[in-house]
């Protein structure tokens, strides 16, 4: 039987589960006579044969690695999360003060988070919680903080994902400030991983623990990506990544050229628009002769991209055109990055596409010993992200099955065909602009759960539209109310 996900065919569906019992949460077996125990059980077995529970380690504590513990734990698994930060939440834990020195503006330095002080969620807080812990103020707990907008600002996210972390008793599952260094695969089968982790600020020899699987939801918004732009070497002014940019203070009076046409650079040439003296935004897919004023600005304009930058200081882009600049801010997204795996993971990164990994999630050599939550980009993540760890869950403990190898490495071909049929680059295998719903109602279907309600799909795209039709009002003009009044009444299961 063949699945397709939009236009692009996924391929042969997996053996369905064996059986559709919810399983039964249990609490984390950590104990040494049972870690000896499950590790004796992992090697006894093939490695590609899962055991019904295993000692896993997660890397990373933001929204996909506190729900890829919830499910790994509900699924009768031991789950350890290893976070660099003191804290939960990832990206979304803001970070006032990012470490990017002046000799390197453009490199991620320290910067725990990508977020900036002004940042307002682009997706309703009812499409953006997971499935069972809606995103309303009684699940953030109300209080004195509380921002019940429904695009709240940042400090609601983290609040949020806080929340669950204490409505989950995951707090316990996670060491902090300890950051995984290595992954290296065990000697002998059994699929299990050795992980080398280091107590930060503590001298003295790493950890090295034995797990029978690893799941890697470390995130893609630190490692910046940035735009190559002939001559920059020589140009007299600043560059940066929208990564380290904050507050829009430090750029009073300044001529500042944006590269980049999604979320955060339209969100950050706004907010430099208030205090800057131009804004200049370089689309690599405005046509060559572009130079638009920007509606409702008198100091925003639209380019063509950069062609190249001068000594005398002046950006020239495509039509010609060129303006002496202060700053060049590249809002051009992120690298994956996985620098704690190395060749025995079995999967490399090449342009910007993680490869080879069957939907996504599982490379095809290693499976299920290892996996990768949260690489779809374009998506409404925290749904996918608890999909995406369901199905790792259940597909450990043996409860759901994955095909053979072969038929994995079929599919993922077949993946590629259309991508390039689409005529899209490799760079763009993990969007999932056209497809995420029907990716996530695969995921929900190898796990017996029912699929994504239909007004959290009506809904995406209702703010889709209202984002193109009031591209400056959308968050707080809107014409959906009956499907919020929908989504109210089926989160009273939850609440
Ligand atoms: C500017 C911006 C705006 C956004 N707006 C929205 C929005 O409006 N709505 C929405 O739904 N989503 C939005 N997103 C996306 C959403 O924030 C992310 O998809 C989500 O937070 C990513 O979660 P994650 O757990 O995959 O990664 P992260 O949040 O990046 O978490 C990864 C964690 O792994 C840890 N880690 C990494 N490497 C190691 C290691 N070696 N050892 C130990 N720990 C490690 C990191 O410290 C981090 O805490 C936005 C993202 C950005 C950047």
């Not at 020195?101 to 453009?106: E, F, R, T």
């Not at 380290?244 to 950050?268: K, L, M, T, W």
């Not at 290693?366 to 980009?377: D, E, K, R, T």
Request: proline share 7%; hydrophobic share 40%.
């Amino acid at each position: 039987m063949k699945t397709r996900v939009g236009s692009l065919q996924l391929g042969r569906l997996p053996c369905k589960s064996q059986h559709t019992t919810t399983p039964h949460p249990r609490p984390p077996q950590r104990t040494e006579r049972n870690r000896t125990r499950l590790s004796r059980l992992a090697t006894a077995l093939p490695p590609t044969m899962p055991s019904p529970s295993l000692r896993l380690a997660v890397v990373g504590a933001g929204a996909a690695g506190l729900v890829a513990a919830r499910e790994l734990r509900r699924e009768g698994h031991a789950p350890v999360v290893f976070e660099r930060a003191a804290a939960v939440g990832g990206t979304c834990l803001y970070d006032a003060a990012p470490a990017a020195s002046s000799a390197d503006p453009l490199a991620s330095g320290a910067a725990h988070s990508s977020l900036y002080a002004s940042l307002r969620t682009n997706l309703p807080r009812e499409v953006m919680g997971f499935l069972d812990f809606p995103f309303v103020a009684t699940a953030v707990g109300g209080g004195a903080d509380e921002d019940p907008r429904r695009f709240p600002g940042h400090e609601e996210v983290l609040r949020y994902l806080e929340a669950f972390a204490r409505r989950f008793d995951l707090y316990g599952l996670v060491r902090f400030e300890t950051e995984v260094v290595r992954v290296r695969r065990e000697d002998g089968g059994g699929g299990r991983w050795a992980v080398t982790s280091r107590k930060l600020g503590e001298k003295g020899k790493p950890d090295e623990e034995v797990y029978d699987a690893i799941v890697v939801c470390n995130g893609h918004y630190t490692e910046p990506r940035v735009a190559h732009i002939p001559g920059v070497d020589s140009w007299p002014g600043k560059q940066m990544h929208s990564h380290n940019y904050r507050i829009s203070e430090p750029f009073h009076d300044q001529v500042v050229i944006i590269i980049g046409a999604s979320a955060s650079a339209v969100d950050i040439s706004r907010d430099l628009a208030g205090v800057a003296k131009e804004v200049h935004i370089a689309d690599r897919s405005a046509p060559a002769c572009t130079c638009k004023r920007q509606p409702g600005y008198d100091n925003m304009w639209l380019h063509s991209m950069i062609d190249h930058a001068q000594e005398d200081g002046s950006v020239v882009f495509r039509d010609g055109s060129s303006i002496k600049a202060d700053v060049i801010m590249h809002c051009t997204g992120y690298l994956y990055d996985f620098p704690f795996l190395g060749d025995d993971s079995a999967i490399t990164v090449d342009d910007n596409c993680v490869d080879p990994l069957y939907k996504h999630v599982f490379p095809l050599e290693v499976a299920p010993h290892l996996s990768f939550i949260g690489l779809p980009w374009k998506v409404i993540p925290f749904p996918l992200f608890e999909l995406q760890s369901k199905w790792v869950a259940g597909v450990l403990s043996g409860r759901v099955k994955l095909p053979s190898r072969e038929e994995m490495m079929e599919d993922m071909k077949a993946f590629y065909l259309k991508l390039e049929a689409r005529g899209w680059p490799k760079r763009y295998a993990h969007n999932f602009a056209d497809y995420q719903f029907e990716y996530d109602d695969w995921l929900a279907e190898q796990c017996d759960h029912p699929p994504v309600e239909k007004w959290r799909k009506l809904m995406y795209a209702a703010n889709s539209v209202n984002k193109a039709a009031r591209p400056e009002s959308y968050r707080d003009e809107w014409d959906d109310d009956h499907l919020v009044a929908e989504a109210k009444e089926d989160f009273k299961k939850y609440l």
